[in-house]
């Protein structure tokens, strides 16, 4: 599996870490390269990015979280998985088997997700007092922060261990995110009042007093399809009071996401700010009017 790092470009560079250069982030990979065989990285020639290999999700993961904590800041890519092709020229992918102990209750649940990501079911055991073993083979490409939801599907009593099986035949496209980003239009600080009443239009991932910029992803809409909003609209104020008190604004708890979540949320125009205060759901392309031309581009290709 693959991801690019790439220079952070965002409005916010340099305001939370310390280390942001392209030569820093380059010496960096250098000593991870160097000391952990399971991590490869290569350099783009004229940009400031590189693209970081390694075994499985887990392993790009643990690298990102330890340069967050020594001060690092980066963009990086949605994850990929390494290809490869038969003989007859075959495409072929990294399949892993999934073994979960779940209670019996959730057996189901946990097949139908399964199915979504391409899994096949390889064996299914009672092993006593209403647990089930479930066996799948699924291709690692549709397993990107599926952890998570399992724990979320099982309530926190499954067990799931994952491994590398082999290389097997592609299984065609993957369903990828329904869900359209709700997208900051403006650079400051995210207000209560403004994040309340775009609550009803889908998830979001900011509160009061937090920072955007135009083009970072702020929420998600239950419907397909970008949407740019604002969240630094405040209440409007006058001169005049009025009867009785304001109402309270409650606002829904952001929901506390790894980064591993976050990278198999990205779509492919999407990228994944990191410092060593935040991670940041953001557009590859910032500016609204160059992600229209691109998009075009991209369709007419």
Do not use: W
């Amino acid at each position: 599996m693959s991801i690019t790092i790439t220079v952070n470009t965002s409005p916010l560079a340099g305001t939370e870490g310390k280390k942001l250069t392209s030569t820093q982030i380059r010496h960096r990979l250098v000593q991870e390269a160097q000391n952990n065989v399971g991590i490869t990285f290569s350099e783009n020639e004229g940009k400031d990015s590189f693209v970081v290999s390694g075994r499985g999700e887990l392993m790009l993961e643990i690298l990102l979280t330890q340069m967050r904590r020594e001060g690092f800041e980066m963009t990086v890519s949605p994850p990929k998985v390494l290809y490869k092709t038969d003989e007859s020229g075959n495409k072929l992918e990294p399949i892993e088997e999934i073994t979960m102990d779940i209670d019996e209750e959730h057996s189901s649940k946990v097949i139908d997700s399964m199915n979504r990501r391409k899994g096949k079911l390889i064996e299914l055991k009672d092993t006593g007092a209403n647990k089930k073993r479930l066996i799948f083979h699924a291709p690692t490409r549709g397993l990107m922060g599926y952890t998570s939801r399992f724990l979320t599907l099982t309530k926190g009593n499954g067990v799931i261990n994952r491994i590398f099986h082999s290389y097997g035949a592609f299984e065609g496209e993957m369903e990828g995110r329904r869900n359209g980003a709700l997208i900051s239009m403006e650079q400051g600080k995210a207000v209560a009042f403004a994040i309340f009443n775009l609550q009803a239009r889908g998830e979001m991932f900011v509160t009061h007093n937090d920072a955007v910029y135009p083009g970072m992803i702020v929420g998600l809409s239950p419907k397909p399809g970008d949407m740019i909003i604002n969240v630094m609209k405040g209440k409007k104020l006058t001169n005049m009071r009025t009867q009785g008190t304001d109402e309270n604004v409650v606002l829904t708890p952001v929901r506390t996401m790894s980064i591993a979540e976050q990278l198999s949320m990205l779509n492919t125009d999407e990228a994944l700010e990191i410092t060593p205060d935040s991670c940041r759901l953001r557009k590859a392309i910032l500016d609204p009017h160059e992600r229209k031309k691109s998009e075009k581009a991209t369709a007419a290709a």
